[in-house]
């Protein structure tokens, strides 16, 4: 019989320092058991003021250490959505200085990297909301304190934010990413209105359209392939017409917050400064989707630019030779080509003699223009056609001469216009001469 069945109101006699030791080893033992270690001890409020002194860095890297880590660090972002982690500033509405905005928006980068390996077990569709949520507090719209939506620097840091958290993902993720974007901020409403409509009647939707779609979708992009991936999403969806309006909306001329659609159909670049102000973005851009994309075939590239010299009404030829100088060699012959084989005699010699003009302007050698005068002679069929063509480009030289000449006496001051022009035909005339007499003059 034990006699502690008669004892139950006293406990049975242990030593305090076994006890102790007993608990030592329980709680060494849980250590080790717990995925956090010692870390798994603390109260979850004190892990989250912890977690309030690390930086976005280390809270980035953390996650990655263990899914009971990550699992934390989502926690404390999701229920902290306001610390100083996630908001930069009080108010990401700001103006910056050139030189102060690569820092900044390197802290937005380090921001998607967290949110992209804290909710990396979520599905798309579930990150997709917090990229939503983020965005509310970016766009410009929705504060009371941005004063000045293009000097803004909110949705450029946005902007480097959502590259960074789809940095990875295959292409149909990125189309479900750019649909919900789209969707959330109502872009693609705002963007149709202005393409159906007159250009210049709504600056400031344009503007709108221009800002939001460059700096989400395209300025923060890694590489000139990815910038061809999301141009294709703007643009893929629209009819050819609008797609050129689009592409010009996007890249074309602007000043003082203001696009430069009639300046292209009536006045040209008087400096190669000033021309590669105007076409040097949009040339820039042609050639990426011309070379970085797979879903824009050469034919695609010469309709659109079909479209976009021609809108809103016909570009100056100076400026199509401009645009198609910029372009490169490449699209500049396969344009030159197309309109030689369709018979678009007058458009050729009209943009032919313009590369003359602008050549003479720029100290640009003539060579390029023979040499594409060349290539297009190869392609036509017939001698006769040649020999108009031909004949077509020099009439060309003397109605530009003789009408300029006559803009000249009448004092609207176009003399340094004729000089050039007089200098680009005599500069032809000599490369021509010059192959048609090579073999005797040695």
């Known amino acids: 019989m034990d006699i502690k069945t008669y004892m139950s109101c006293k406990k049975p006699r242990r030593s305090i320092r076994l006890e102790g030791k007993v608990q030592e080893h329980m709680k060494e033992t849980a250590i080790k058991q717990s995925p956090l270690g010692i870390f798994d001890i603390l109260p979850l409020e004190l892990k989250f003021y912890i977690l309030k002194f690390c930086s976005v860095i280390d809270l980035s890297l953390m996650t990655i250490t263990s899914k009971a880590m990550r699992n934390l660090i989502e926690g404390y972002r999701v229920t902290r959505p306001l610390s100083r982690h996630f908001l930069e500033l009080p108010d990401p509405h700001v103006i910056l200085p050139l030189d102060e905005q690569a820092e900044y928006f390197k802290k937005y980068q380090r921001l998607g990297l967290l949110m992209k390996r804290s909710s990396c077990l979520y599905a798309t569709k579930e990150r997709l909301k917090f990229v939503n949520d983020f965005l509310t507090r970016m766009m410009c719209s929705n504060s009371k304190y ?250 060309m030289f003397k109605e530009l001469i003789l009408d300029m000449h006559e803009y000249t006496e009448s004092g609207d001051g176009h003399d340094g216009e004729l000089y050039y022009l007089v200098m680009a035909l005599s500069e032809f005339t000599k490369r021509v001469v010059h192959i048609a007499f090579k073999s005797l003059l040695g």
């Open 146 to 395: 941005c004063t000045e939506a293009v000097s803004c620097v909110a949705l450029c840091s946005f902007g480097h934010f959502f590259h960074t958290v789809i940095a990875g993902w295959d292409d149909s993720e990125c189309q479900k990413a750019y649909d919900v974007v789209c969707q959330h901020s109502c872009i693609l409403k705002t963007l149709k209105y202005v393409v159906t409509g007159n250009p210049g009647y709504s600056m400031d939707q344009e503007m709108k359209c221009r800002v939001f779609l460059r700096r989400v979708f395209l300025d923060a992009c890694p590489t000139s392939q990815d910038k061809a991936f999301w141009l294709s999403r703007i643009l893929k969806p629209w009819p050819m017409v609008h797609q050129a309006k689009i592409l010009y909306l996007l890249y074309g001329a602007e000043t003082d917050g203001e696009l430069l659609w009639y300046d292209m159909c009536e006045s040209t670049p008087s400096t190669s400064e000033e021309s590669a102000r105007q076409f040097g973005e949009i040339a820039n851009i042609i050639q990426i989707l011309y070379l970085q994309s797979k879903e824009w075939s050469e034919d695609d590239i010469i309709s659109v630019l079909d479209e976009l010299t021609s809108y809103p009404d016909e570009w100056l030829a100076e400026n199509v030779a401009h645009l198609l100088l910029m372009c490169g060699d490449q699209i500049t012959s396969k344009l030159l080509i197309s309109k030689a084989i369709n018979g678009r005699i007058i458009e050729l010699c009209s943009i032919t003699t313009s590369f003359c003009l602008v050549c003479v302007k720029n100290n640009f050698s003539l060579s390029y223009v023979i040499t594409m005068l060349q290539n297009i002679i190869k392609v036509m069929d017939s001698p006769k056609d040649r020999m108009t063509f031909i004949n077509s480009m020099m009439d």
